[in-house]
């Protein structure tokens, strides 16, 4: 027997509700701590920057040609991360739609040359640019501004499960909203 509350929801609901609003509490903690971890290593990079001319890193350091590599999709009900494979491919489509032009002119330069009906393609797997070698060489590049990378990276995951978790926590209050 399931007993109805005065704000509609049944005995299970309350539960779920409840373990929903803890899980979404737990996630925004995660959330904290990995931002609070991200900006502090962020400003010990800064500090310890040898570039002192330039100052802090931020967007006068940046390579204005870089794209983002961290995307997300909704499929369906959920939002997720997409695999770094097809993250290259949206990559790659948008190169290739900004390089026709050149490759047309190139064609032009060389239409006395032989050219091969095959495409030479490399068998090297394909990785996505790190944005930490536009702050400098993979070398020179401080340890305190990976593990800020790494602490930003690790909260992608939780950000995507703190949305989920709310539309979850918005499905079920809005479908006993419906009832009453």
């Given amino acids: 027997m399931s007993h109805i509350d005065e704000?509609?929801?049944?005995?299970g609901e309350s539960i779920e509700l409840l373990?929903?609003?803890?899980?979404?509490?737990?996630?925004?903690?995660?959330?904290?701590?990995?931002?609070?971890?991200?900006?502090?290593?962020?400003?010990?990079?800064?500090?310890h920057n040898k570039d002192s001319i330039r100052g802090r890193y931020g967007s006068d350091y940046w390579d204005q040609t870089f794209k983002g590599t961290q995307f997300i999709t909704?499929?369906?009900?959920?939002?997720a991360r997409l695999p770094d494979s097809q993250v290259?491919?949206?990559?790659?489509?948008?190169?290739?739609?900004?390089?026709?032009?050149?490759?047309?002119?190139?064609?032009?330069?060389?239409?006395?040359e032989d050219q091969s009906p095959e495409v030479k393609k490399t068998s090297a797997k394909k990785k996505l640019p790190d944005p930490l070698l536009m702050f400098g060489g993979?070398?020179?590049?401080p340890s305190s501004l990976r593990q800020?990378?790494?602490?930003?990276?690790?909260?992608?995951?939780?950000v995507v499960e703190l949305a989920n978790c709310r539309r979850k926590i918005e499905k079920l209050v809005s479908g006993t909203q419906d009832r009453s």
């Fill in 74 to 79: 909704s499929q369906g009900p959920k939002l």
């Fill in 138 to 141: 993979a070398l020179s590049i």
């Fill in 88 to 112: 290259l491919e949206i990559l790659e489509s948008e190169d290739e739609s900004s390089s026709e032009a050149d490759e047309k002119d190139e064609v032009l330069r060389k239409r006395k």
């Fill in 7 to 11: 704000s509609g929801l049944s005995e």
């Fill in 148 to 158: 800020c990378q790494s602490s930003f990276k690790g909260s992608m995951e939780s």
């Fill in 19 to 47: 373990k929903l609003l803890e899980a979404y509490d737990f996630l925004l903690e995660q959330l904290q701590a990995s931002f609070s971890a991200g900006f502090y290593q962020l400003s010990r990079a800064n500090y």
